[in-house]
């Protein structure tokens, strides 16, 4: 395919400069030579406060939170075989928001820190019972996909309940459905690394099954892949990685629905040389959105999840009208 | 005539007095049902008027509206459905999975927060641009793929709804002042329903349904293929135009009062075709009937959910919907 070479230094350029721009702008700017000496080892101990305590685990948070969304995203496109296929669009992010929400909203004295671990569990619950139907009835990737939209109308139907019933605090639980990483610290960077550490070697094995899988059931299976059971190995990946992202950082949607367009674009649809690409777009994307919310309406922040759903929205129509 | 005619004929007439009655106890039923509890011969007395007491007040200004707007939007979106179902021969074509509703609620949601005095019967109008804005996305993404199947236009159209409920979202957050009403409107709500909704709604819902029926010949032939249809004589272009405005119409106008409430579109025009059979001349009426039935008992059991706390009747559709939704794909999987 194209020279993916090139591509990599680009998409490093752009990785860095996001990096950079997400620890430098906010509410209160930090400059390069900043940075750098704070780096060095003698900077000033405010802005050191900031930077290692508040900026750095949010930076990082972008960068796997946007890697983990379009990954899942890639995976699943690749599964359901379908390109507009992607962690919200299937219901998972919505199984993950009730599991917050209630939890938000029903019992607002417990503590913060048990909303990422509902929202996973949410998450997981909404992909097993899609496994469990995908399975027991044999469905068709496609009709997967739709069943999918199903259930997280139901979810979608309890966050509204919730949410309206409790209206006086709602807006706690609609920023933390629009996506945000406003007051996220090292304990959250701790909760994701892990998955994404797992999650990197899992996309080389699970690269070349991927590539099978889309010359259609029959030749894959022809080929010596058992269908069935890399479907539900592939679906179990991006129940985690969707899961694991939206229980840190709220549903920020579009990233894994637009993050594989680009990257299918950028290195063609093989996907050894596209999940890479994949992840970095992905962390770029959010590593930017993240800036973005937070210096348009300063000192009040954008959520990260509508500034990705604005910069996704317009590429998204883009890609309709380029498919004629 | 043939006999075959005439027995779809009688079966069309007993399901239209069922839902007629059914839609007539639903209707009283609604009105009864309140924190002021009224029994049915207060609520006949206070429908036909009779001597001003609290009770005629509280039926004629607050019961009343609200159990039409139901029957009216609940008829609007089960045709609207009904239309799309035999337009696209789409199985799952429905205002909501075709990115009619949200994409009606996000101009609305605009309107209100760009224009914040707007009048509802100006919302209309942004809630028509919304929901041909949603419905023309679904369809160049649906129709740009070249191995379309009824699923993956669906998807198209979730995909397409997902952008704009994101979008609607945003806006709710970030101009969070006027976020109660909307919230409670965007999860689908009947509950304060008033004469001035009923009179915006009731001419455009009407007109379409009188449109659809008029066009209900011609549905019929259509649902069976275009060149089938072009055979027959039909101007097929002319046809989806006519349709698509109607659709449109309906749905627009439904969720500019109501919000967009789910599945009612989707699920009714299965059913009734599960009982009449193919022919859009049996199925509009029931269509719209049965939606209306439908809307009116999801209302009152949307009281019961947590009384004395009115839930949005959005949410019981979905719980009726979502479950049928499922159905539908597990019964035809083999097809899709």
């Not at chain 1, 194209?2 to 906010?26: C, D, F, I, Q, S």
């Not at chain 1, 929202?119 to 997967?144: N, Y």
């Not at chain 1, 991927?210 to 059971?229: C, T």
């Not at chain 2, 957050?173 to 009403?181: A, G, H």
Request: aromatic residues 10%; proline residues 4%.
């Amino acid at each position: 395919m194209r020279r993916p070479k090139y591509l990599y230094g680009v998409l490093a350029a752009a990785l860095l400069t996001a990096v950079m721009l997400n620890l430098m702008l906010g509410t209160v700017s930090v400059s390069f030579r900043q940075i750098g000496s704070i780096f060095m080892g003698h900077g000033d101990s405010q802005l050191l406060n900031i930077l290692v305590n508040y900026r750095l685990p949010r930076m990082l948070l972008c960068l796997m939170v946007g890697g983990c969304l379009a990954l899942a995203g890639a995976i699943l496109q690749g599964l359901i075989q379908n390109p507009l296929a992607s962690p919200d669009v299937i219901g998972l992010s919505k199984g993950a928001g009730l599991a917050a929400v209630m939890i938000i909203l029903l019992f607002p004295g417990a503590p913060v820190g048990i909303i990422p671990w509902a929202a996973f569990i949410g998450a997981s619950i909404m992909g097993a019972a899609l496994m469990f139907i995908a399975t027991r009835f044999e469905l068709k990737p496609t009709s997967l996909a739709l069943s999918g939209m199903a259930l997280g109308a139901m979810a979608g139907a309890g966050i509204q309940y919730v949410t309206v019933k409790h209206m006086n605090d709602a807006n706690t639980a609609l920023l933390w459905l629009a996506g945000s990483l406003w007051g996220r610290s090292w304990e959250h960077v701790w909760l994701l690394l892990p998955w994404a550490i797992i999650a990197v070697p899992l996309l080389f094995y699970l690269s070349f099954r991927l590539d099978v899988l889309q010359l259609g059931d029959n030749a894959a299976s022809g080929l010596g892949l058992s269908v069935r059971h890399i479907r539900i190995v592939l679906l179990t990946a991006a129940v985690c990685l969707t899961g694991i992202s939206v229980a840190v950082a709220g549903t920020i949607g579009f990233i894994g629905l637009i993050a594989p367009h680009m990257a299918r674009k950028l290195t063609g649809p093989i996907h050894k040389h596209m999940l890479p690409v994949t992840a970095l777009l992905g962390a770029i994307l959010v590593t930017f959105s993240d800036v973005i919310g937070r210096i348009v309406i300063s000192p009040r922040e954008v959520p990260v999840g509508i500034v990705t759903a604005i910069i996704g929205a317009p590429y998204f129509l883009y890609l309709l009208g380029k498919k004629k | 005539m043939t006999a075959t005619d005439a027995v779809t004929r009688r079966v069309f007439a007993s399901y239209l007095f069922i839902g007629l009655l059914l839609a007539a106890t639903g209707f009283i039923w609604s009105v009864s049902l309140g924190v002021t509890d009224l029994r049915w011969n207060d609520v006949l007395q206070g429908l036909l008027g009779g001597k001003e007491t609290k009770e005629q007040l509280v039926i004629s200004t607050i019961r009343v509206p609200r159990a039409l707007v139901a029957a009216l939007a609940g008829a609007a979106l089960a045709v609207a459905g009904a239309l799309m179902q035999a337009m696209t021969r789409n199985a799952f074509a429905s205002p909501q999975i075709f990115g009619i509703n949200a994409g009606a609620s996000f101009f609305v949601v605009l309107f209100i927060v760009f224009f914040p005095g707007i009048s509802s019967s100006a919302l209309v109008f942004a809630a028509f641009a919304g929901a041909f804005m949603g419905g023309l996305l679904v369809f160049i993404l649906g129709y740009s793929n070249d191995h379309r199947t009824p699923v993956q236009l669906a998807l198209a159209g979730i995909a397409v709804s997902m952008l704009l409920s994101a979008m609607t979202e945003g806006f709710i957050v970030l101009y969070d002042n006027q976020t109660k009403n909307v919230l409670f409107w965007l999860a689908g709500a009947v509950h304060n329903g008033t004469w001035k909704d009923v009179h915006t709604v009731i001419p455009w819902s009407l007109t379409g349904m009188m449109i659809a029926l008029l066009l209900s010949r011609s549905l019929t032939i259509l649902s069976l293929g275009d060149d089938i249809a072009r055979g027959l004589g039909q101007n097929i272009l002319f046809i989806r135009l006519a349709v698509s405005c109607t659709v449109i119409m309906l749905a627009g106008s439904a969720v500019s009062i109501v919000g967009p409430i789910g599945f009612v579109g989707l699920i009714v025009p299965h059913i009734v075709r599960h009982w009449v059979g193919v022919d859009y001349r049996f199925i509009l009426p029931l269509t719209a009937v049965f939606g209306s039935v439908l809307l009116l008992y999801a209302d009152i059991v949307s009281r019961f959910i947590s009384y004395p706390f009115e839930s949005p009747v959005g949410i019981v559709t979905t719980g009726i919907g979502a479950p049928y939704l499922l159905y539908l794909l597990l019964r035809r999987r083999g097809r899709l």
